[in-house]
């Protein structure tokens, strides 16, 4: 009994010993639990609002009320589509100006009614294209990221799948941000990155490496704050285990977090961002 213990260690730490490019490919794979998947499972209830009350409502942004473990939540979250119809419903989780304005409308609501924030993250980037140039997509982006600092309620951030660029940023300003064992946050994609750097695109597996965009990477260099460990093989292989490890961390980290000052939840989430300056000399 000993043995096969000590065989299946072995096996499963050879399992998770994932490289970055192959952690890049999980976080993309349609089969990846969307932001929907977990909402419905940590929420005993929830109702989703639409708009953003100056151009219309962004498909590839979810958010609304939810109740968790008995109290009021605002959720907004990033939401990719599980086929191809709906994927382009949802513009392949590549918010628009509207989205961005959407979600700070109901974060600002949220702390009109003293609602903690809760953040799902992901998506390969904000829409580049140039009907959302010209509707401000750089400007509600900023907005998100100013405004997102000086909101008097605890916020918490949790990349799921992919956490690309400012699109990911504008919704990762929080006093916690996590990231799912298989999840990846970085500046652009590795296949961007590697058309930058080394002018072939085809280097996106080495871009991976290079780039340290893995949970356990930015972990290290003090980026985020915690890595959720993933049911082996990915969080689609059980999606109901892994959406009760991010309710049970959510109940305890946010009931924590509502016992402090607003004046101390605004200077900590400040902090935080201001004093990751010091990890620079490791990267």
């Given at each position: 009994m000993e043995k096969i213990e000590k065989l299946q260690k072995m096996i499963n730490k050879k399992l998770d010993n994932?490289?970055?490019?192959?952690?890049?490919?999980?976080?993309?794979?349609?089969?990846?639990?969307?932001?929907?998947?977990?909402?419905?499972?940590?929420?005993?209830?929830?109702?989703?609002?639409?708009?953003?009350?100056?151009?219309?409502?962004?498909?590839?942004?979810?958010?609304g009320i939810g109740i968790l473990n008995g109290d009021p939540v605002t959720i907004v979250a990033q939401q990719k589509g599980r086929n191809t119809s709906e994927n382009i419903k949802r513009n392949f989780g590549m918010p628009e100006p509207e989205g961005?304005?959407?979600?700070?409308?109901?974060?600002?609501?949220?702390?009109?009614?003293?609602?903690?924030?809760i953040c799902f993250v992901d998506t390969p980037g904000a829409f580049c294209g140039m009907e959302a140039e010209e509707r401000g997509q750089g400007e509600a982006i900023a907005s998100n990221l100013i405004e997102m600092f000086n909101l008097k309620v605890p916020i918490v951030s949790i990349v799921i799948g992919e956490g690309g660029s400012g699109g990911a940023l504008a919704f990762a300003v929080a006093n916690s941000v996590w990231m799912l064992e298989n999840s990846v946050y970085s500046i652009l994609s590795p296949e961007g990155f590697a058309s930058i750097l080394w002018k072939d695109g085809s280097r996106a597996e080495e871009a991976a490496e290079v780039m340290k965009c893995t949970a356990q990477d930015l972990k290290k260099y003090g980026i985020i704050d915690k890595v959720l460990k993933e049911p082996q093989g990915g969080a689609h292989k059980d999606v109901d285990k892994m959406a009760e490890t991010i309710k049970?961390?959510?109940?305890?980290?946010?009931?924590?977090?509502?016992?402090?000052?607003?004046?101390?939840?605004?200077?900590?989430r400040y902090n935080k961002f201001r004093h990751m300056g010091k990890y620079s000399e490791k990267l």
């Open positions: 994932k490289t970055a490019w192959q952690k890049v490919k999980i976080a993309r794979m349609i089969e990846r639990p969307t932001s929907i998947d977990y909402i419905y499972r940590i929420c005993d209830t929830f109702i989703e609002l639409h708009g953003d009350r100056y151009f219309g409502d962004d498909k590839s942004i979810v958010g961005y304005r959407k979600s700070l409308r109901l974060m600002k609501q949220a702390e009109k009614f003293d609602r903690p924030i049970n961390e959510l109940i305890d980290t946010v009931g924590i977090l509502k016992k402090h000052s607003k004046e101390e939840i605004v200077n900590s």
